[in-house]
């Protein structure tokens, strides 16, 4: 049997519920959807439908349905169902087909022939379309006509893309979701909302509603910028702001060959030309700068590496070195089609729509290689590194590791202010954790094992602390630990399962100020916590700061490490004083492991051991 007449399903209309619903605790999309002459009819009544619709969507045998197993859905198809729930799962096979599958939806009837057909989703736009597809998917099979899934899946893959938020927006929101933070789209652009009521913040790429205007505007004009640094001793290559190629030529003479030519108020990367010398060249960037700015600045050209290190609140959390635009040679294609290659790797898109843009090929690509003597029709040699330009923009198609972890704050500091690097080798040598930095990090010896005082309070601490700790080869590492009463219960649970990953044994501890908790609530919420993510590790309540850290030390075996977690810091250096713990003021350095000498230094300087106990 074929479906007949005119009158076959019509969408009244789509909703978009962001936050938990009566469908779902996650956000879904609500389809109001008239059944027209399929109301009351169901799918065992047409001949061949179910064969038909396993050819185009096989995954559909996998649907578990109510009956939950795979297969339950077919079953329901055999049985007879009416077709709101057919339309409910042709949608989430598409999606799943489309990348941006979920596996939860209900189908519920309303009034007359009206059904509510609701999906969870992960891309709105897409799944959106995708779900008026269904519907037409299903009412084509239906009346006997072919489907193009193929060609769907492909429009519904671009929508993904071109509706998909830039990666530092992405991050942002993903880092929001794994702390319980609400985060939901505001418009179309890269916007995001983050919370609800008094805690409401927008974020937009790498700018909040906290950012200042003022300091957006300074950002964008390089000569101003500049000025700023030099003025609050941070240096920055010498340069000069001129408006015509003239000026330009005589300012590249000035600052000596060659030069970086670069709109003042640019972004990106989008117009810097660099490795400027010979008037042909200055022509070239001059005029492409021109474009973007009338002031155009001429600086001189530095040669280095270069990172990129994100503040928030004063704090480094990240840094990234950024890796120069390249391509490896194979002995028989050209630098352009190799090129090209490149740019057909999935994680690169135009703009900031994949986690790569694209490489460009423009004058100063074509500068960069007349400049080692090659050009677009070159053939490297297999295995040939070759650099295409100096640009260290993501979005002129240079890529980025991440080196958080090898960044410290303070040398890192100390060489942008140019301190000799004798003086920081002696002030990071002479620098005792405990005298000026206490309960910071703070390592005594004790036992034949080592006790570390530190103050974390928050997943982060711990998941920092954990990460160090597992640089401690061989060595049992026990975490007292505890969360301030006054914390959600998930972020008590969030921090209760890095430490269960993060250390071999676990005594929780509370707080003197319980802060509003009942006694022992926050220890069990730990303790939960610790037993579902990890139950080989080792957990004990003992509630008393001080009789935890002497019971712990009293159970040490040779080698150990015990990561104390304070409250009050005068009480927990007290009772290390009473155990004859000795605090380490100096670490050794590594044996046999020199660093080079810098350009212009006396002496070599050696590397500094990382934050690892002395045997």
Request: glycine share 8%; hydrophobic share 35%; net charge positive.
């Amino acid at each position: 049997m074929k479906l007949k007449g005119k009158q076959g399903m019509k969408i009244d209309c789509i909703r978009t519920l962001d936050g938990p619903n009566v469908y779902s605790y996650r956000p879904v999309l609500l389809m109001r959807l008239d059944l027209g002459n399929l109301f009351e009819r169901e799918s065992r009544e047409f001949q061949g439908f179910n064969e038909k619709l396993l050819t185009l969507l096989p995954g559909i045998k996998d649907h578990h349905c109510s009956l939950g197993r795979p297969g339950g859905f077919l079953t329901r198809l055999e049985e007879g169902t009416y077709f709101g729930h057919v339309v409910e799962h042709f949608a989430l096979e598409l999606t799943t087909l489309a990348g941006i599958g979920q596996s939860h939806g209900k189908t519920r009837h309303d009034s007359g022939r009206i059904y509510n057909v609701a999906i969870e989703f992960r891309a709105e736009k897409a799944s959106t379309f995708l779900l008026k597809q269904a519907v037409k998917l299903v009412e084509l099979l239906l009346r006997g006509k072919s489907f193009d899934v193929a060609k769907t899946v492909e429009r519904a893959k671009y929508l993904v893309s071109d509706d998909d938020v830039g990666p530092t927006t992405r991050a942002i929101t993903e880092a929001a979701k794994r702390r319980g933070i609400p985060c939901r789209r505001d418009g179309t652009g890269n916007r995001i909302q983050l919370g609800y009521g008094k805690y409401l913040h927008y974020v937009q790429a790498a700018m909040t509603s906290q950012t200042s205007a003022i300091a957006v505007e300074l950002a964008q004009d390089k000569e101003e910028t500049k000025d700023r640094l030099e003025r609050n001793g941070i240096p920055g290559p010498k340069g000069k702001v001129v408006y015509t190629l003239k000026e330009a030529t005589k300012a590249a003479d000035e600052l000596g060959r060659p030069v970086v030519v670069k709109p003042v108020n640019g972004r990106q990367g989008y117009a810097v030309s660099l490795e400027v010398s010979t008037p042909e060249e200055m022509k070239v960037a001059f005029q492409a700068a021109k474009k973007f700015s009338p002031a155009v600045l001429i600086e001189e050209m530095l040669a280095g590496r270069n990172y990129r290190v994100v503040i928030v609140a004063g704090r480094m959390v990240a840094a990234s070195e950024r890796l120069l635009p390249h391509v490896v040679g194979d002995g028989v294609t050209s630098i352009r089609d190799l090129i090209a290659i490149e740019n057909r790797n999935p994680l690169r898109g135009d703009g900031h729509e994949k986690p790569l843009t694209k490489i460009r090929v423009d004058s100063d690509v074509t500068t960069h290689l007349q400049h080692v003597g090659m050009s677009l029709d070159t053939i490297p040699q297999r295995g040939e590194h070759i650099t295409l330009s100096n640009r260290s923009n993501l979005s002129t198609g240079a890529t980025a590791q991440d080196v958080t972890d090898k960044v410290d704050p303070t040398i890192a500091a100390c060489r942008t202010l140019r301190v000799e690097q004798d003086i920081l080798f002696k002030s990071l040598i002479s620098f005792s954790s405990w005298a000026d930095n206490p309960g910071r990090a703070n390592l005594y010896r004790l036992n034949g094992g080592h006790v570390m005082v530190d103050y974390g309070h928050n997943t982060e601490a711990f998941h920092a602390i954990c990460r160090m700790a597992s640089n401690w080869k061989d060595r049992r590492v026990t975490g007292i630990i505890t969360i301030p009463g006054d914390r959600d219960d998930v972020i008590i649970d969030s921090a209760a399962r890095v430490a269960a990953k993060g250390f071999n044994r676990v005594i929780v501890r509370e707080d003197q100020d319980l802060r509003g908790r009942k006694p022992g609530e926050v220890a069990d919420i730990l303790c939960r916590a610790i037993r579902d993510v990890s139950p080989a590790t080792e957990c004990e309540v003992i509630l008393d700061e001080v009789e935890a850290l002497r019971q712990a030390v009293n159970r040490m075996v040779k080698g150990e490490v015990i990561v104390h977690f304070y409250e009050k810091l005068p009480a927990i250096q007290n009772a290390l004083q009473e155990l004859s713990a000795q605090p380490v003021v100096t670490l050794p350095p590594a044996p046999g492991r020199p660093i080079p000498p810098r350009a212009g230094s006396r002496r070599a300087g050696r590397r500094l051991v990382p934050a690892t106990p002395p045997a």
